[in-house]
């Protein structure tokens, strides 16, 4: 049985949940906010759940990048500084639980903040 591949990033401690109309991006960093993940969440299948895990490891430059990418992509007029198309919808610190798959089991938060 082969061996099961080393997690890309061991532990969350950050997670940040940012909104556009369309998705979710559900964005962890580990404890020294050096590697981040990003999970995508579609918002407009109303009977399924559908979560992208592209499995990259970005940098802090990086995903700050891709936001930025993704506020400007989702205004409602390009340019147009007033509508956010990208909008923080919560902030927690904390760690992960899993079950040994790749896939959240559970979070526990000890400091939220909007």
């Known amino acids: 049985m082969p061996a099961a591949a080393a997690p890309l990033i061991s532990c969350v401690q950050k997670l940040v949940l940012y909104e556009t109309r ?3 991006f559900l964005v962890g ?4 906010e050096t590697k981040y993940r990003v999970l995508k969440i579609d918002r ?3 009977k399924d759940l559908v979560i992208i895990d592209d499995k990259h490891v970005y940098t802090q430059q990086e995903v700050r990048e891709l936001l930025g990418r993704l506020d400007l992509g989702n205004r409602t007029k390009i340019g147009q500084k007033g509508s956010s ?3 923080r919808a919560v902030s927690a610190f904390g760690v992960v639980v899993s079950a040994g ?3 959240l089991v559970e979070v526990r938060t000890f400091f939220h903040g909007g």
Do not use: Q
Request: aromatic residues 12%; hydrophobic residues 30%.
């Open 44 to 46: 407009t299948e109303p």
């Open 22 to 24: 369309a998705r979710f």
């Open 101 to 103: 798959s790749p896939f």
């Open 85 to 87: 198309g990208l909008s």
């Open 29 to 32: 960093s580990n404890p020294a």
